[in-house]
């Protein structure tokens, strides 16, 4: 899987994608900013991050779907996905029209979020996070990102 890692500044992640054959690649990233017509016309908000977890398939359809919203949004099968917004927010969604606000300050998801949400209480930022949970879950490493709104 992942992880994935915000506070109510910066969203980070990591580039490990694994084939269901078990053969592990490096991927671009796992997160998108919206462009801001998007942003606003789906969420009332100028700007928003939004990282994902899970198939990287069902990804692609749903990230396409993002720059150019229109008709129903794709069902998300096997992904999980997490927002944060220009007002700091902070959202979880296992598809595309439910986001639960989360009232934490900090949140992650994927395989490793237990070792982010850990390291970030205990002082960390997103990134740093990430890079702690890399040591510790195996479906996470090959580079980091961090985004910042």
Same mark, same amino acid.
């Given at each position: ?28 990233t ?16 100028? !700007? ?5 977890? %899970?198939?990287?398939? /069902?990804?692609?359809?749903?990230? +396409?779907?993002?720059?150019?919203? *229109?008709?129903k ?22 598809n ?8 934490? !300050? ?5 395989? %490793?979020?237990?070792? /982010?949400?850990?390291?970030?209480? +205990?002082?960390?930022?997103?990134? *740093? ?21």
């Amino acid at each position: 899987m992942t992880t994935i890692a915000t506070n109510t500044k910066s969203m980070a992640c990591d580039l490990q994608a694994t084939h269901s054959g078990g053969i592990k690649f490096k991927i671009e990233t796992k997160v998108i900013e919206l462009p801001t017509k998007t942003a606003q016309q789906l969420f009332g908000v100028n !700007k928003a991050l939004i990282g994902f977890c %899970g198939s990287v398939d /069902a990804w692609g359809e749903i990230h +396409g779907w993002f720059y150019v919203p *229109e008709g129903k949004p794709p069902k998300c099968r096997g992904i999980e996905l997490m927002m944060l917004t220009d007002k700091g927010e902070i959202y979880h969604a296992t598809n595309m029209t439910n986001w639960t606000l989360i009232k934490e !300050k900090q949140f992650a998801i994927g395989s %490793g979020m237990q070792f /982010a949400v850990a390291a970030m209480d +205990g002082g960390k930022t997103p990134l *740093e996070a990430v890079k702690v949970a890399s040591k510790f879950d195996p479906n996470t490493g090959m580079g980091f990102k961090e985004y910042s709104l």
